[in-house]
């Protein structure tokens, strides 16, 4: 049971584009939702987080966008470089559970 | 340096020859978990612990064994492994589930 959906699973932009990476959950009792980022080679590594008491959080180039009432939760990059290119994971857990539980990735290419 | 270590880094086995993952963080962690990674699928947790002597299935359990007898180090088994178990295997650990999960870099097996 996939219970939090990624899409898509790949993405191509151009240098200075906005990147969007979209995921949709379905267990209402999920109040933590973190995305990391994957480079070739590499471990994931935790990139920003966000709780449902926002709907929006941003750092640097990098921004969440949170629609609790539609179950959805998305990735702004903007500015996209090169160097952003990596697979990106959304993921879910609640303060409840004991587990977090992740998206399918999106593999993200920036062209120069 | 705060890390989570893996070894061996890449395995190439055969079918029904047991082999051990370990996997050891040196952040103090109280949870720990395996993750396997395959295209298309995500990051599907295995087996998870959430402290000493503390361990729980994940969502695809089948033909792994896990043991938590420090609080340091997790230890992924394979009794017997089958050529489906070719994958990406990531050790992860953090303070709680809502924390940031530290990734190891990776083991890449190989079951012929």
């Known amino acids: 049971q996939q219970q939090v959906k990624q899409s898509p699973q790949s993405l191509i932009v151009q240098k200075g584009g906005i990147s969007i990476i979209n995921c949709a959950y379905e267990?209402?009792?999920?109040?933590?939702f973190p995305w990391y980022q994957q480079f070739p080679g590499k471990g994931p590594a935790l990139l920003i987080a966000?709780?449902?008491?926002?709907s929006e959080k941003k750092e640097g180039r990098f921004t969440i966008s949170f629609n609790k009432s539609a179950k959805q939760f998305s990735l702004h990059i903007m500015d996209s470089q090169p160097g952003d290119s990596a697979t990106y994971f959304c993921?879910?857990?609640?303060?409840?559970?004991?587990?977090?539980?992740f998206g399918t990735g999106t593999r993200l290419a920036v062209r120069p | 340096e705060a890390q989570v270590t893996q070894n061996p880094r890449y395995l190439i086995t055969v079918t029904g020859k047991k082999l051990t993952v370990t996997c050891s963080q040196n952040?103090?962690?109280?949870?720990m978990s395996w993750y396997r990674q395959d295209p298309g699928l995500g990051l599907r947790q295995i087996y998870y612990?959430?402290?000493?002597?503390?361990?729980d299935k994940g969502d695809v359990p089948e033909g792994y064994k896990v043991s938590r007898k420090e609080k340091r180090n997790f230890p992924l088994i394979l009794e017997s492994p089958s050529p489906n178990q070719t994958s990406l295997y990531f050790c992860?650990?953090?303070?709680?589930?809502?924390?940031?999960?530290?990734f190891g870099p990776g083991t890449r097996l190989t079951v012929l």
């Open positions: 966000i709780r449902p008491d926002v």
């Open positions: 952040m103090n962690h109280e949870y």
């Open positions: 612990s959430m402290n000493v002597e503390v361990t």
């Open positions: 267990n209402t009792a999920f109040d933590y």
């Open positions: 992860a650990s953090s303070h709680g589930t809502l924390g940031e999960q530290f």
């Open positions: 993921a879910a857990s609640s303060s409840s559970g004991d587990k977090l539980t």
